[in-house]
């Protein structure tokens, strides 16, 4: 019995032994794979510069597509035919933010423009949409004579109202 007891004791050294070296074995493993990551995203990870740059990209590709709105105020003319109107409201596009302050110095001859252009117009000529369409793109070739050429990228009627 006294034998049994020695040789237990002899094993169980040895088993600590084994359960430390394995532990050290998988400590050092996880350390590895973790220098390893480190490494690897140091190397081949984007970096804090490269993502401002492409935020930077970014911008500058939504910047090229912004455009503008003005709003015109609201119009209310008398179109050719004898008691017929129109009221309706319009927003012009534009690119350029800067264009803005130019557009408020030209507002009376826009509107001026408008003003003539409707009032030479029929209820029937602008009732459809075939004839809306045609109606806007006469705006729109209007004030960019006046404005210079493709000032303007679009009109939009956001009130049309015949009577």
Same mark, same amino acid.
């Given at each position: /019995?006294?034998?049994?007891?020695?040789?237990?004791?002899?094993?169980?050294?040895?088993?600590?032994?084994?359960?430390?070296?394995?532990?050290?074995?998988?400590?050092?493993?996880?350390?590895?794979?973790?220098?390893?990551?480190?490494?690897?995203?140091?190397?081949?990870?984007?970096?804090? +510069?490269?993502?401002?740059?492409?935020?930077?990209?970014?911008?500058? +590709? &939504?910047? =090229?597509?912004?455009?503008?709105?003005?709003?015109?105020?609201?119009?209310?003319?008398?179109?050719?035919?004898?008691?017929?109107?129109?009221?309706?409201?319009?927003?012009?596009?534009?690119?350029?933010?800067?264009?803005?302050?130019?557009?408020?110095?030209?507002?009376?001859?826009?509107?001026?423009?408008?003003?003539?252009?409707?009032?030479?117009?029929?209820? @029937?000529?602008?009732?459809?949409?075939?004839?809306?369409?045609?109606?806007? @793109?006469?705006?729109?070739?209007? &004030?960019?004579?006046?404005?210079?050429?493709?000032?303007?990228?679009? =009109?939009?009627?956001?009130?049309? =109202? /015949?009577?």
């Amino acid at each position: /019995m006294a034998d049994e007891v020695e040789t237990k004791l002899e094993e169980a050294p040895k088993k600590s032994s084994k359960s430390k070296l394995f532990l050290i074995i998988i400590a050092f493993f996880v350390l590895a794979l973790g220098a390893g990551g480190f490494f690897a995203f140091k190397k081949f990870g984007v970096s804090h +510069k490269e993502e401002k740059t492409e935020a930077k990209k970014e911008e500058k +590709k &939504l910047n =090229v597509e912004k455009t503008y709105l003005f709003a015109l105020d609201p119009f209310v003319v008398n179109l050719a035919e004898h008691g017929r109107f129109l009221k309706m409201a319009i927003q012009l596009e534009f690119d350029d933010q800067k264009q803005e302050e130019i557009i408020k110095q030209k507002t009376p001859i826009l509107r001026d423009a408008i003003i003539t252009l409707v009032s030479s117009k029929s209820a @029937d000529s602008i009732s459809g949409a075939e004839g809306k369409l045609q109606f806007k @793109d006469e705006v729109l070739l209007r &004030l960019n004579q006046i404005m210079g050429k493709d000032f303007f990228k679009n =009109v939009y009627f956001t009130e049309f =109202v /015949m009577q």
